[in-house]
Structures are given as structure tokens and as C-alpha cells.
């Protein structure tokens, strides 16, 4: 049976294919740093409550601070990407998620079991005592799961050679565990994660100093610390993920494309320095280079993934419609300019609030 | 068809969704009007200068954060993911059509989410102005993501204008969306009051819990009015056919429908209830009781609203099976399994049709029909099936009832389907069609005596109608009765006969019964109702032609002046078993049981929201004629309702689309010549011809009831002809008819009486009742066209099954043949001579052509 034969058409899109690729790249990028320091952190905080069994270590505390704000924009911002993916992408990925269907729908119920566990880890932090580790267990393993139950999706659908298992296997239990790359990157986003959260945690430290400044310094620096570890490791898996990668779209990445092996290029040139700068306890440098790390990681795997679809499609293919929304754009555009405006506005009102209060 | 199908069986019919989306739906309204509610008892604290209110505000708060955060906001995501999976083609028509809704959107959620949690968060500690102004931000911010997803959900309901032009706007603001927008406002602000319920009742000190239960009542009871007046607006703005759809049609809307009003007013006195003094221990189950009759509650009106677009998932675009409106006719040309993408078995044969026939049910039944599930389970729905009977659901869906699509395959498709159904799910083998069920033959029967020497008087008898069907459940219902009109003249003979006006008194005797024949005003016609009719000799023997013996007396004297014999029809072989279920009722070959009546009664008050089974139950069965009018009987019926003939032809002519030509006639009326009754017996059914001849097929047939209908402004004659298609005429060219009144004509053919031109009478009805063949004379205008040529389907000479010349007994008694009444130049049984004029009419001297 023919794959391409098995790819659903398409949809028209009401506005020219490069305005939902910036979008995509744009929310996806915002939903990569927030989910990376939610489940980052959440990590950090089980390993560090697993080596201080019934303490109450302030990496912790920041963590328990902050997880529950994390997972609302993590999902939150999770759901634009997928928003402008489904648009671009839709006939790959629906077809993936029905595959793999009761896979992809128990996201939702670890999500709440995940979440309801970070309100009662914050929120009980205290009264917890030692069952605060039992307690984020329940937050840092669903979210594990909910990764990996992603990392096939959106392998899954890159492989349309391999969709035919459906036809033995048509009740929705798929998943994409012959594909050499599954696991690797997998790994790629987890180790990502806590790399992100350790700097996370230092910047959470860094804003509160005035609350508590002899131990933000030690909290800074341990928060580097697991950065700078994990980005080390990053670079293994990361060269791991590209030996697995199938022969056409390794050598796209690695020269086929001068795009793709530049911003590869850029990308471990970035990672390296951030190391680096994360060494010398540069914070804010560190965040800045590797935000710029992460914006052109997420550029590779966009292009990577079209290197995947080559034969089969081009978000380019895509027709536009009889009835374009180009007004429609402008008014998304006015009113995400509005919506942040009154965000501005009320983070004022509220930062206000709590120095009033100190 | 364009994407692969989640086999899901048990959980399949959309049962995800409903559970998911239900849930979601009330905690999402809930963090709408909650944020109002919020900011209001905020207001409410400050104005009374009460920390206690302000403490429970917060406190509210909290739970108001989890709950919409956790519970609402993740059951949002998932609703989303439902749809993908179970939808994934309607799913992808509504991104790519509002993608920049759904984006807009988001930006709101942003923004609510900011809001609640600093809300929240600085509850006590951010001055009272600027905490309020976050309160409303939430709720602005909440308020303007129900703005947009009510567009986009009420554009699947009503699409309006975005039908053709395809134009966000046109879709966004559809006919239903200010009224639908109304609704969720109010039902928002309703269900604050509801959920407050919930810790309000928590609250220690008495008076604080009574007074902010009781406020917590207000914001229940306040709004319901509105409510009630946005429903009404609502259902008002719904296009007729969808209202009609929802409110008088579809089967399973009706319980909803009542569930949403009885519960109306039982919400609201429990809202009344709540602002009673009662202790916290009695109020706090109330409040949980109170809660989960919201969820019921808000529950019925989706249910309404889902299942009301049914057959569609966007109404007059996409069919619930994600197949598009347009494309139906071609899959119904090339069919499913040969075009479809996720298919394994395009080519069907016996190695792999249930295989197929799985492919097909999981594409065409699943989204709807569950297999062992609660949702529209299909096993209870087909266990009394026969192919037969399944082939027909599946040609007549979508097209006789409203609620399901039309079947989007071809014939292959449908055999693969129900090779499916019944061998692989209800485990019954495909029986072979049943053996041909013939008529005990009986003796013969023989001619009254005839002496063309010395008899003066010829007596012709013959029955009104030659196929006369009666339905003999009337414990249960009447559709027809057992009875037949028999008719006689008396002839005086002699060279210029004479039909004997006065002075003669006619009887008859058939089985039991006996009684006279009155004259009637016209041409010394005698006749009588004979009612009832048995074709049952015995209880178990069948016998649908009995003998009726009519004797001619001279009034005065008593003195016999004639007699003769002939049959008088009543035919019970009614087909409806072959898709009603149920066996037959007598000698396995004929006759309507109860469990068929009771069936057909069920399927009735289902599609028609009647209650003729219950009052079958009750002992008072109902006429169909009493609803539906029927010239045979004079019955007017109701007016604004279709003729019984063009209903039941017009209803079921898509079921029978499985059978061509007369086969389709023969499904219902006796006239299977495998049958036990086989009617239509006469010298047509000899010379080759059969019902379609004549009658058309069955959709034309069907056309031809429906179309004084359609004059008439009968909403469901349009209906249901816009679902008929006919091979041999196109629609404009098939004439009108009335059913009984306007028939076929026997001159159609036989033009000025001679042998027929043509071998099709359908489309040319006589004029009006005393036209018809059946109330016509001959030229002369002396005899009855019957008397002669004995009644339509029954014409000499017949072929009766139980005994070959039991029809023609009377010319057998006056001719020795079973020819028309005076055949072969026979003038003189009547004339005494013979005669040299063709007075009866043109070509009626000469041989029989048919022997």
C-alpha cells in the first residue's frame, strides 16, 4: 500500500502558509520554555527531595512556589501551537493522534492528576512534611508520561510508511516505538527540561534575593549547576538523536540544507556558551543566549520535520482560500497587542500590590 | 473517509464526547458567571463593610481557582482532543475556517488566567479598587472566550449564509448565535448561584451561611426568567426544518426536551428551598443535590442541541460520519468502500465481506451507533432483522426519517454492511430466501345451473374489487378492514334485453352470513357492503376467495328468477412482517399477528411522536383513516395531514428501492406469485404484464399520491418527494393523483377498444370517481364494464390460485367458458339472437384473442 495514498487532503487555509509558521514558531517557542521549567523543575525538586529525604530544601520551596503557574501556561501556551500545527499540518497529525487514540486522550486525565497534585503541593506545602516527595511524584511522573506520549504523536506522524499497522490494529493503541529516534529525543526534550528548569529556578531565586538573600546565591548557583549539566549531557543525546535520524534527513540537516546546518551550527555554538557563561555565574546572560539556543533549536526542528514530509508534502502545497481572513489576522494582531497590554497592566497592579504589602 | 476510523465498539456512538464535553460545558459556564459572582460579593463586602463576606469571598475563590483551572480548563483541552480523534474531517473544517476565532480566543484564556491567579493571589492585599478592576478583567476576559466559542459552535448548529459564501462573519454571527449567546449569559450567571451553594452551605456561623445561601439562591433565581425567554428565543430562531426536526420529529429529543421543562421548575423551587432556614447538615446534601441537578439540567439542553444537528456534525455541510453533504451521491454511484482512503477491502467477495462489511459499519454506523455500548446501541437495534428488512433500513434511511444520513455506498457496500451486521455481530446466518407458500387447493366449484333454452333471466355478480386486502389485527389497529362491495344487474332476456329495475328482490349468501342487495339509483344496480369479510374457514385454513352465492326473486311471488356464483375477495398476505418482524398469523402463510402490529404501532408513534401503541394497549385501537383521510371509505381523515396512500407509499417507497418494478408492490400487497394469495391473477397477469404496468413504480406511484399534496401545502409531502427519484419519468411529467379516485384506464391502452397500442397505462388517470373502470358502463350505458369483464385484477378470464377457474364462475355458468360475458360472438346468452351491432362497444364482435 502506497503511503502517500493513506495521507489524508488537506483543508485550505484562510491566509498565506508563512503567517501560521511565524505563529507556530512564535507560540511554539513561548510553550517550549514554560513547559521545559515546569517539568524541570518539578524534576529537580523530586531529585533534590529523593537525596534530602523529610527536608525541605529551598530549591523546593521555590519549585512549590511556582509549579502550579507553570503547568496553567504550559498548557495554556501549548494549545496556540497546536492550534497553528493542526492548521499546517492537520491531515499528518490528526491521523497520527487517532492511531495512537487512547494514548493521546489519557493526556487529558494526567494532565488533571498532574495538576490537581501541583495545587496540593502548593498549597500544602508545609502541613505536607515528608509526604511532600509522594506528593510530587504525582505531578513529575503523569508529565513524564504526558512527554512521551507527545514525543510519539509527533514522531508518528512524520511516518506515514508505517501507518498501515492501523489496519491490524484499528482500535486506537498504536504507538511509535520501532522508530530509532523516538527515544533519543524523548530524552533530547526531558534532559532539555530540567536544563531549562535549573535556570529557571536561578532566576526565580535571583527575583526573590531581597526576600532571602543569603541562601538565593546558593540557590542560584545550584540552579546553574543542573543547567550547566544537563546541557553537557544535551550535547550526547543531541548527537545520539541526529546518528538516529534516517539517512536523507541527516544529510539535509548536516549540509543538504545551508540553513538547517547553519542554525545546527548556531545552536551547539549556543549551547556550548551558555555552559560557559553559566560557569562563570552569569545569570541573565545565560538566559539570554540560551533563549536564543532554544528559538534556533526549535527553527532545526521545524525544518527537520518538513525534511521528514518531503515526500509526501510542503506546507508550501497548501491552498489558500476563496475567502481569505486577512482582516482577521489584523484583528488577532490588534488584540494580542490589547490582551498584553492588560496583562502589563494587571502584573503592575499585582507587583505593586506585594510591595505594598512588604 | 478521508481519515482512519478509532474502532472503539462499546465506547463508540460518542460517548467520549458526551461525557467529556457535558462536563466541561457546566464547569465552563460556571467560571463565567462565577467571575461575576466573584466580583460582586466582593462589591458586596466592602459596600456592608463586612469582613465575614469578604473572607468568604476569598475563600470562593480558591475553589472557584481549582475548579475552573484544574477541572475546566484541562476537560477544555479535551474536549478539543475528543473531537480530533472521533471527528478528525469536521474537526479540520472548522480550524481551517476559524482558526483566528480560536486564536482569539486563546488570547482571552491568557488573559483570564492572569487575571484569576493575581486575583486570587492578592486577594487582601491589593487596594479595593484596583482588586476589583482584576475582578472584572476576569470576568471580561471569561465573557468574551463564551462570545467566541458560541459563535463557532452555533455556526455547526446553524450555519446560515456561511453555506455559500463561505465568509467567517457570515458563519460567526449566525442565526442563532445572539440567542444562544443570551442562553449561556444566563445559564452562566444560574450556575454561580449553583456552585456558590456549595460553600456557602460550608460556612460555620448561621446567620452568615443563611444570608449568603440565600444570596447565592438570588443568583439561581433571578436570572431564570431570562432564561427561560433566551430558550424560547432560541428555538424560535431555529430554521423551520431543524425545528420541526428537534421539537416534532426526532425520536430520542423528545425525552431531552421533557427533561429540560420538567426540570425548570424543579430547579427553581429547589432554589427556593435553598433560601429557607435549614440546618448546614440538611443544606449541604441539598447544595451536592442541587448541583448535580444543574449538571442534568445544562446536560438535556446539549443533548438538545447535539443531538437536534444530528444527522449532521455541521448542519447541511458535513454529515455526523464526516462525510460531506456533496459527496454522498457520488459515493452512492461508485460507492464507499471503492473510494474511501482507510480501506483494506475495496473489492468484496465471500473471502472478506464481513471483513468489509466491518470497514463499512465503522465509517458509516460507528460515530453514532455503539456496538454493545449505551449510545444507540446497534445489537438491540437489529436483532430481529433479516437482510431483507436491513437492506430496506439502509435504503430508507436519511430519506424517510430526519434524524439519520441517507446511506453513502452502493449496493455492495450495503450487502458487505449487512453481511456485517447479522452474521459478524448478531451471529445469525444469511438465511435463503423462505419457500413459496401456495394455497390448500380446494375442489372445484361449480357454476350455478344455466338452461339457454328455458331461463329468462341472466343474474352477473362480480366483487367491487378483485384485490382486496384486509388487515385482521383490528384489535390493535384498522388500516383495512375485511369487506368488499358485491355488485349484480339482472338481465330479462330476449332480443332486446332489459335490466329488471323494480320488482325483484336480490340476496346473498356467503359462508355464514347472508343478507340482500339493494338496488341502487344507477343502471339497476344492486349492491351491498358485505362486512365483515373471513378469508378463514376454519382458524387455521386460509381461503381469500369465498364463494358468494346470489339468488334474483320476484318480489311479489318469492318465485326464483336467477342465481349464480362468484368470489368475493378478501385477501389478509399483507407483507409488513418482511421488515416489521413477526411471524404470520395464520397457516404460516398469511394474516398480520400481533407482534407485527405492535411493531409497525412502536415505529409509528416513534417517527410520528403518536401514542396509537399505548392506546392499542388500552383496548381502543385506532383507524389509520381516522388521521389520515381515505376516499375507499369516505373517511376525511385530518386535513392538514397527507391521504393514507400517499403517507404510506410516499413513506416507504425508499425502503423498497431494493426491489424493482412490481417486486416492491408484491413486498406489501399480496401479490407475490410465490405467495400463498397471488391477487392480480387475471388475463393481464397471463398476457405477461404486472402491477407496474399499470401503477408505475413504486416511486412513481409514490409521486403521483404526493403531488396534489404538495398543491395542497403539505410541509411533508415536500419532504418526502424531494427524496424520491424515478427511473422512467422525470418528476414534472408524472400527473397527480388521488388515491381510489383516479386510476389507470383500461382505454390507455386498448384505444377505442381494440388490442392494446402499448403495454403502459401508468400516467393517464380518468378524470374522477364515476369514470373509473370499476363505476363505469359501456356505451350503451346500460351495463356495468364489470359485469362483463369481471373486477380490475381479476379480468376473464383468471387463474385463481386454490382452484384455477374459481373466478369465473359466471361466465362459466352462462357461456361454458371462462371468457368475457359475451366472447366468441356469445350475443345471444343474453339476446337470445345474434346480433349484428356492436352496441356495448367497438370490437365486441368478435373471437376471443386470448385463449
Not at chain 2, 478 to 482: D, E, I, N, R, Y
Given at each position: 500500500m502506497d503511503p502517500a495514498t493513506l495521507v489524508p487532503t488537506p483543508d485550505t487555509i484562510p491566509v498565506a502558509w508563512g503567517w501560521f509558521q511565524f505563529l507556530l514558531m512564535l507560540t511554539f517557542v513561548l510553550h517550549l520554555l514554560v513547559m521545559n521549567a515546569m517539568l524541570g523543575s518539578g524534576i529537580i525538586a523530586l531529585a533534590t527531595h529523593l537525596t534530602h529525604p523529610g527536608g525541605s530544601p529551598a530549591i523546593c520551596r521555590l519549585t512549590a512556589g511556582k509549579l502550579t503557574y507553570l503547568i496553567a501556561f504550559a498548557v495554556n501556551f501549548g494549545v496556540a501551537p497546536l492550534l497553528f500545527l493542526q492548521v499546517l499540518y492537520g491531515q499528518f497529525l490528526y491521523t497520527s493522534s487517532v492511531l495512537m487514540a487512547w494514548h493521546w486522550l489519557a493526556v487529558v486525565g494526567l494532565l488533571i492528576l498532574a495538576y490537581a497534585s501541583a495545587y496540593v503541593y502548593s498549597h500544602n506545602y508545609k502541613p505536607l512534611g515528608s509526604g511532600r516527595c509522594g506528593v510530587l511524584w504525582l505531578v513529575v511522573a503523569p508529565l513524564l508520561l504526558i512527554g512521551f506520549i507527545f514525543s510519539n504523536n509527533m514522531t508518528l506522524m512524520l511516518h506515514p510508511e508505517t501507518w498501515r499497522h492501523y489496519f491490524d490494529h484499528p482500535t486506537g493503541t498504536l504507538l511509535n516505538l520501532s522508530d530509532p529516534i523516538l527515544i533519543p529525543g524523548y530524552l533530547h526534550a526531558v534532559v532539555a527540561s530540567v536544563a531549562i528548569g535549573g535556570l529557571f529556578l536561578a532566576l526565580v531565586a535571583r527575583f526573590q534575593r531581597h526576600d532571602n538573600t543569603r541562601n538565593a546565591e546558593k540557590q542560584i548557583a545550584t540552579g546553574l549547576r543542573w543547567f550547566s549539566i544537563a546541557t553537557l549531557v544535551q550535547l550526547w543525546i543531541g548527537a545520539w538523536l541526529l546518528g538516529a535520524q534516517p539517512d536523507p534527513v541527516r544529510a539535509f540537516l548536516l549540509g543538504g540544507s545551508p540553513l538547517a546546518a547553519t542554525l545546527l551550527a548556531l545552536s551547539v555554538v549556543g549551547g556550548l556558551t551558555a555552559v560557559g557563561l553559566a560557569f562563570s555565574h552569569k545569570l541573565l546572560p545565560t538566559v539570554g543566549v540560551t533563549v536564543l539556543t532554544v528559538v534556533l533549536m526549535a527553527l532545526v526542528r521545524d525544518l527537520m520535520r518538513r525534511a521528514y514530509l518531503a515526500p509526501y508534502f510542503s506546507p508550501a502545497d497548501l491552498s489558500v482560500a476563496q475567502q481569505t481572513q486577512y482582516g482577521l489576522l489584523a484583528l488577532f494582531f490588534v488584540l494580542l497587542l490589547a490582551t498584553l497590554a492588560t496583562i502589563i497592566y494587571m502584573l503592575r497592579l499585582a507587583a505593586v500590590a506585594n510591595r505594598e504589602v512588604r | 473517509m478521508n481519515y482512519p476510523v478509532w474502532q472503539l465498539d462499546t465506547a463508540g456512538g460518542g460517548l467520549l464526547i458526551a461525557a467529556i464535553a457535558v462536563f466541561h460545558v457546566y464547569i465552563s459556564h460556571f467560571a463565567v458567571g462565577g467571575g461575576l459572582f466573584l466580583v460582586v460579593t466582593e462589591m458586596k463586602g466592602y459596600r456592608e463593610k463586612s469582613a465575614a463576606i469578604l473572607d468568604y469571598t476569598h475563600r470562593h475563590a480558591k475553589f472557584f481557582l481549582l475548579t475552573s483551572m484544574v477541572l475546566g480548563g484541562m476537560t477544555g483541552v479535551g474536549i478539543w482532543f475528543t473531537i480530533s480523534l472521533l471527528t478528525p474531517a469536521a474537526t479540520s473544517t472548522l480550524i481551517h475556517n476559524f482558526v483566528f476565532g480560536w486564536a482569539i480566543e486563546w488570547l482571552f484564556f491568557v488573559g483570564e488566567i492572569v487575571a484569576l491567579f493575581i486575583y486570587y493571589y492578592t486577594f487582601g492585599r491589593m487596594n479595593r479598587r484596583d482588586h476589583l478592576r482584576v475582578g472584572w478583567l476576569y470576568f471580561l476576559f471569561a465573557w468574551l472566550s463564551l462570545f467566541v466559542i458560541n459563535g463557532i459552535i452555533g455556526c455547526m448548529l446553524t450555519p446560515g449564509k456561511w453555506l455559500t459564501s463561505q465568509n467567517f462573519w457570515d458563519g460567526f454571527f449566525n442565526p442563532t448565535f445572539w440567542p444562544a449567546l443570551a442562553l449561556r449569559t444566563t445559564l452562566a450567571l444560574m450556575l454561580a448561584g449553583l456552585f456558590g451553594f456549595v460553600t456557602a452551605t460550608t460556612l460555620k456561623e448561621d446567620g452568615l451561611r443563611e444570608r449568603m445561601v440565600r444570596y447565592c439562591a438570588l443568583w439561581l433565581l433571578a436570572p431564570f426568567a431570562f432564561f427561560l425567554a433566551s430558550a424560547y428565543w432560541y428555538a424560535a430562531a431555529l430554521p423551520q426544518p431543524l425545528y420541526a426536526h428537534i421539537f416534532q420529529r426526532a425520536p430520542e429529543l423528545a425525552a431531552y426536551v421533557r427533561t429540560f421543562l420538567t426540570l425548570s421548575p424543579i430547579l427553581f423551587a429547589g432554589g427556593l428551598l435553598m433560601a429557607i432556614r435549614l440546618p448546614g447538615r440538611v443544606k449541604k446534601p441539598l447544595a451536592a443535590a442541587m448541583l448535580l441537578l444543574g449538571l442534568v439540567y445544562m446536560g438535556s439542553f446539549e443533548f438538545i442541541r447535539e443531538g437536534g444537528r444530528r444527522p449532521y456534525i455541521i448542519y447541511d455541510h458535513t454529515y455526523s460520519t464526516s462525510i460531506a453533504k456533496a459527496d454522498v451521491a457520488r459515493l452512492q454511484e461508485e460507492g464507499f468502500l471503492n473510494t474511501a482512503r482507510w480501506i483494506k477491502n475495496r473489492k468484496v467477495d465471500d473471502t472478506n465481506r464481513l471483513a468489509a462489511g466491518r470497514e463499512v459499519y465503522n465509517n458509516l454506523c460507528l460515530p453514532c451507533h455503539s456496538i454493545g455500548g449505551p449510545m444507540h446501541d446497534i445489537l438491540p437495534l437489529t436483532a430481529h432483522d433479516t437482510p431483507l428488512s436491513l437492506d430496506a433500513k439502509l435504503r430508507g434511511m436519511g430519506r424517510a426519517d430526519t434524524y439519520m444520513p441517507p446511506f453513502a455506498g452502493n449496493d455492495d457496500d450495503r450487502a458487505a454492511l449487512t453481511a456485517f451486521i447479522l452474521q459478524g455481530l448478531q451471529h445469525r446466518p444469511l438465511e435463503p430466501p423462505a419457500a413459496p407458500a401456495a394455497l390448500t387447493p380446494v375442489a372445484a366449484e361449480a357454476p350455478s345451473p344455466f338452461d339457454a333454452a328455458t331461463d329468462g333471466y341472466v343474474l352477473l355478480a362480480w366483487a367491487e374489487f378483485g384485490l382486496n386486502e384486509a388487515t385482521d389485527a383490528d384489535h390493535l389497529f384498522?388500516?383495512?378492514?375485511?369487506a368488499n362491495r358485491l355488485n349484480a344487474q339482472l338481465i330479462r332476456r330476449g332480443e332486446t334485453p332489459e335490466l329488471v329495475r323494480d320488482g325483484v328482490a336480490l340476496a346473498f349468501t356467503i359462508g355464514d352470513q347472508s343478507g340482500t342487495l339493494p338496488p341502487t339509483d344507477s343502471e339497476a344496480l344492486y349492491s351491498t357492503q358485505v362486512t365483515p369479510l373471513s378469508p378463514y374457514p376454519t382458524p387455521d385454513t386460509y381461503q381469500p376467495y369465498p364463494v358468494v352465492t346470489v339468488e334474483a326473486r320476484d318480489k311479489a311471488t318469492n318465485q326464483l328468477l336467477a342465481t349464480t356464483k362468484t368470489v368475493l375477495p378478501v385477501i389478509t398476505e399483507l407483507g409488513c412482517k418482511n421488515c416489521h418482524g413477526g411471524p404470520w398469523r395464520v397457516a404460516g402463510q398469511t394474516g398480520l399477528s400481533d407482534v407485527t402490529a405492535r411493531n409497525i404501532l412502536a415505529a409509528h408513534d416513534r417517527l410520528s411522536r403518536t401514542d396509537l401503541l399505548a392506546r392499542a394497549k388500552a383496548g381502543k385501537p385506532a383507524a389509520c383513516r381516522e388521521c389520515h383521510a381515505d376516499p375507499r371509505f369516505t373517511a376525511p381523515g385530518d386535513p392538514a395531514r397527507l391521504n393514507l396512500s400517499a403517507a404510506i407509499h410516499g413513506f416507504h417507497a425508499p425502503y423498497t428501492e431494493g426491489h424493482a418494478g412490481a417486486a416492491a408492490c408484491h413486498l406489501c400487497h399480496g401479490t407475490d406469485p410465490q405467495g400463498a394469495s397471488r391477487a392480480f391473477r387475471g388475463i393481464h397477469h397471463a398476457a405477461g404484464l404486472d402491477c407496474s404496468n399499470c401503477h408505475g413504480t413504486m416511486a412513481d406511484n409514490a409521486i403521483s399520491l404526493l403531488q396534489p399534496e404538495v398543491e395542497a401545502g403539505k410541509t411533508e409531502a415536500v419532504r418526502l418527494l424531494g427524496h424520491l427519484t424515478t427511473a422512467t419519468t422525470s418528476p414534472d411529467e408524472i400527473r397527480p393523483r388521488r388515491p381510489w379516485l383516479n386510476e389507470p384506464d383500461c382505454l390507455t391502452c386498448h384505444q377505442a377498444f381494440g388490442p392494446p397500442e402499448t403495454d403502459s397505462a401508468f400516467n393517464a388517470w380518468n378524470e374522477e370517481e364515476a369514470t373509473l373502470y370499476r363505476n363505469r358502463s359501456d356505451e350503451s350505458g346500460i351495463l356495468r364494464c364489470a359485469a362483463c369483464h369481471n373486477s380490475a385484477h381479476a379480468l376473464y378470464p383468471a387463474e385463481n390460485p386454490s382452484q384455477a377457474q374459481r373466478d369465473n364462475l359466471v361466465p362459466r355458468q352462462y357461456q361454458n367458458s371462462p371468457y368475457p360475458m359475451g366472447a366468441d360472438r356469445g350475443c345471444p346468452v343474453c339476446h337470445i339472437e345474434p346480433m349484428d351491432t356492436e352496441m356495448h362497444h367497438a370490437n365486441s364482435l368478435r373471437m376471443m384473442r386470448n385463449r
Open positions: - | 384498522g388500516l383495512l378492514p375485511a
